[in-house]
T-cell receptor, first 110, second 115 residues
Framework: GDSVTQMEGPVTLSEEAFLTINCTYT??????LFWYVQYPGEGLQLLLK?????DKGSNKGFEATYRKETTSFHLEKGSVQVSDSAVYFC?????????FGKGTRLHILP | GAVVSQHPSRVICKSGTSVKIECRSL??????MFWYRQFPKQSLMLMAT?????????EQGVEKDKFLINHASLTLSTLTVTSAHPEDSSFYIC???????????FGPGTRLTVT
């Protein structure tokens, strides 16, 4: 069935390091793809999204490109900050619903 | 941005009692809201879709008589956990759908502990 698979955490990096969080999906057709972020003590927030193949979503220095060939939507950031510490969820749309991956906890050390 | 609130943020109840959780869209109207359950270190599991003025649609495996959903207005949906048991202890999150497409706005969640 439809699913989203993302790399398990926790991921621990030093400040200013390069970040990649892998995400792949299974689906029929071309679903919309999302990355959500959950900061400590807060609700989920949409970080970025892409609605069709080759689209690149970007926000707050984060980027992800919709790769149809590899069914992937990897999240990247060139230089992470301590404030980026959070849980990141990859997700895909299905009708009006959203299917989430399991989440990846990111720790950034100063 | 759009704001969705949940109340209460934390609740502790005794086994066998019922608990109501409210989800409100504060600055927009939402004909559709969603209820999720999140287990520790796991993903959000969609429980049900709440539609204003009609019955909720439950996902497979979710007991509709145990998790009562009422979407009484365009800004309020409630989830009532009836006859709660310790295994119902979890983090419950709601979201509200704004406009067309998949733009869901999430509440901060409610931590339910059943003793």
């Amino acid at each position: 069935g439809d699913s989203v698979t993302q790399m398990e955490g926790p991921v621990t990096l030093s400040e200013e390091a390069f970040l990649t969080i892998n995400c792949t999906y299974t689906a029929t057709g071309y679903p919309s793809l999302f990355w959500y972020v959950q900061y400590p003590g807060e609700g989920l927030q949409l970080l970025l999204k892409a609605t069709k193949a080759d689209d690149k979503g970007s926000n707050k220095g984060f980027e992800a490109t919709y790769r149809k060939e590899t069914t992937s939507f990897h999240l990247e950031k060139g230089s992470v900050q301590v404030s980026d510490s959070a849980v990141y969820f990859c997700a895909r749309g299905r009708d009006d619903k959203i299917i989430f991956g399991k989440g990846t906890r990111l720790h950034i050390l100063p | 941005g759009a704001v969705v609130s949940q109340h209460p943020s934390r609740v502790i109840c005794k086994s066998g009692t019922s608990v109501k959780i409210e989800c409100r869209s504060l600055d927009f109207q939402a004909t559709t809201m969603f209820w999720y359950r999140q287990f520790p270190k796991q993903s959000l599991m969609l429980m049900a879709t709440s539609n204003e003025g009609s019955k909720a649609t439950y996902e497979q495996g979710v007991e509709k008589d145990k998790f009562l959903i009422n979407h009484a207005s365009l800004t309020l949906s409630t989830l009532t956990v009836t006859s709660a048991h310790p295994e119902d202890s979890s983090f419950y999150i709601c979201s509200a759908l704004r406009g067309l497409g998949y733009e869901q706005y999430f509440g901060p969640g409610t931590r339910l502990t059943v003793t």
